[in-house]
């Protein structure tokens, strides 16, 4: 017996030390990924919040409290970048959420050519977004642009597309929908494939039209999906800053001023970084309480749906 329990604890501690080692092996891959966030992600957001509570030139530092934001929220343009953000985080959503998943749905249908109409929607993606921007920033020219030579070959009247306080966000939301939905339709299009055909068969034998069949089967079924992408969607666009930069340069009357193109022209055009960063502290945390209402919205969910199956 003790010839046995002695067998028993060696192969234990054996057992044991392999794990050891497998672990050791685990968090030793696991180091470089962790100095990675914790160099270019976690020490930025400790900094950033930092200097919104200092005034520095990066020589001199000195410490003012809450007075970086009250200089940011007394500027004119502090509203106005929150309210052209919330315009263009809705008018994306509207666009750039509704049409991939849109076309997502048209090119699962399809049976022929589907390879070469993924490569033409995701191309877009493929381009740098400065050179993307660049190419509407011709396309919208007043005076020779595409847009306006469409027009006037339909007689139309030619639109002042970026100097017009009426036209400049809707013109950087075709941008940025443009550049963005090829890598979101290919997202929603894997999505879509993994529906199984027996539903649409099921639901196509009671007399379900291609409508019936999308709300009732598909977006269902590609529900979680769907709700990841509404977060990324609006975490993307409610930092929203190459299109108003290179485009409008804020556009006319701060028609386009974003909260991240204000931030970069506290810190670099005004050189005051404690103003960039307290804008950049505001921002992060309205984009936490979207996430933690998109976890806490998505937990519930999982639980009701685990409470419906037990039932």
């Not at 017009?164 to 939905?181: D, G, P, R």
């Not at 039209?209 to 079924?221: A, D, E, M, S």
């Amino acid at each position: 017996m003790d010839m046995i329990s002695m067998g028993g604890r060696g192969r234990s501690a054996l057992r044991r030390r392999r794990d050891v080692q497998r672990n050791l092996s685990a968090y030793g891959f696991l180091c470089a990924a962790l100095v990675c966030f914790a160099f270019f992600s976690w020490y930025p957001i400790v900094r950033e919040v930092l200097l919104s509570f200092q005034k520095t030139n990066f020589v001199g530092t000195k410490w003012v409290g809450t007075r970086n934001f009250e200089r940011v929220m007394a500027d004119p343009a502090f509203g106005a970048a929150w309210r052209n953000t919330a315009i263009f985080t809705v008018l994306a959503l509207v666009c750039g959420y509704v049409i991939p998943f849109m076309t997502a749905v048209v090119l699962n249908e399809l049976r022929h050519a589907r390879g070469y109409l993924r490569f033409v929607v995701y191309l877009p993606v493929m381009l740098p977004p400065a050179v993307s921007v660049l190419l509407f920033k011709w396309f919208y020219d007043p005076g020779p642009g595409l847009f306006n030579e469409i027009l006037r070959f339909t007689h139309l009247p030619a639109l002042s597309w970026l100097d017009s306080t009426s036209t400049a966000l809707i013109s950087l939301v075709i941008v940025s929908t443009w550049m963005n939905m090829g890598s979101g339709t290919l997202i929603y299009l894997a999505a879509l494939q993994t529906v199984p055909g027996e539903l649409y068969e099921a639901a196509e034998l009671d007399g379900a039209g291609i409508f019936k069949r999308l709300w009732h089967v598909t977006i269902p079924q590609t529900r979680l999906i769907l709700l990841v992408m509404l977060l990324l969607q609006i975490i993307a666009t409610m930092q929203v800053f190459i299109e108003p930069y290179l485009l409008t340069g804020g556009g006319p009357e701060n028609s386009t001023v974003s909260v991240v193109y204000l931030m970069y022209q506290y810190a670099f055009n005004f050189n005051n970084f404690g103003g960039g960063g307290a804008l950049g502290v505001m921002l992060m945390v309205v984009l936490i309480v979207f996430s933690a209402i998109y976890l806490r919205l998505s937990r519930d969910d999982q639980d009701g749906r685990r409470v419906r199956v037990r039932g």
